[in-house]
């Protein structure tokens, strides 16, 4: 298949979806896992992330960060992830998580859908396995926590190196797993990008 008619394919299905979501609380976790392999099947990659970027975890020290045109539009018209304040209703953000070998262990999810949970900007957090099993979905505590830090940007944190979760939050939310030695090396040299 062409890459136009692969476009032109992700931007309809975008857009009902869109128009969908708009409307109501928000997706089943089944309909929100089918949007999220589009994204994956097309490379949708969010404006500032890079294929295999370091990740935070030794049990998935890479990541892709993928975003629908929604987001995409959000992030383009604020001029840069790190001035956004509002992402549109229904803007869909992805993390991919991959092991050492590059192979994918994980997805984790954000899709705005208007009506869902005020409180936390709207956002649905989902993780699923590589699989499309659902893992977590809805209101996620312990997603929200760890995203309220970037609450002056929607809950959207930027991809690394652009900003930086500092060690002890690291520890405070995946205390029971080893952080990764590169990742521990990009806050050394980027204290700058470490989210304060």
């Known amino acids: 298949m062409s890459k136009l008619k692969i476009a032109v394919l992700f931007t309809v299905t975008c857009f009902f979806s869109s128009w969908a979501w708009a409307h109501a609380a928000g997706p089943t976790p089944e309909a929100l896992w089918k949007e999220v392999q589009i ?30 045109p929604l987001a995409i539009s959000s992030i383009e018209k604020a001029g840069g992830i790190l001035k956004v304040t509002r992402y549109s209703n229904s803007s869909l953000v992805i993390k991919e998580n991959y092991n050492a070998h590059k192979q994918l262990v994980g997805v984790t999810a954000m899709l705005k859908a208007a009506k869902f949970d005020p409180s936390d900007r709207n956002w ?51 205390s029971k797993q080893e952080m990764n030695p590169a990742y521990v090396a990009l806050i050394h040299k980027h204290p700058e990008a470490v989210v304060q």
Do not use: E
Not at 142 to 169: E, M, Y
């Open 39 to 68: 994204l994956q099947k097309t490379h949708a990659i969010m404006p500032g992330s890079t294929p295999f970027q370091l990740g935070s975890r030794t049990v998935d020290p890479y990541t892709v960060d993928l975003a629908n």
């Open 124 to 174: 649905i957090m989902a993780a699923y396995d590589p699989t499309g099993k659902v893992l977590a979905y809805g209101k996620v505590g312990s997603c929200i926590a760890c995203h309220v830090l970037v609450r002056h940007q929607d809950l959207v944190f930027a991809p690394p190196p652009t900003q930086l979760l500092p060690i002890t939050t690291w520890k405070a939310f995946f």
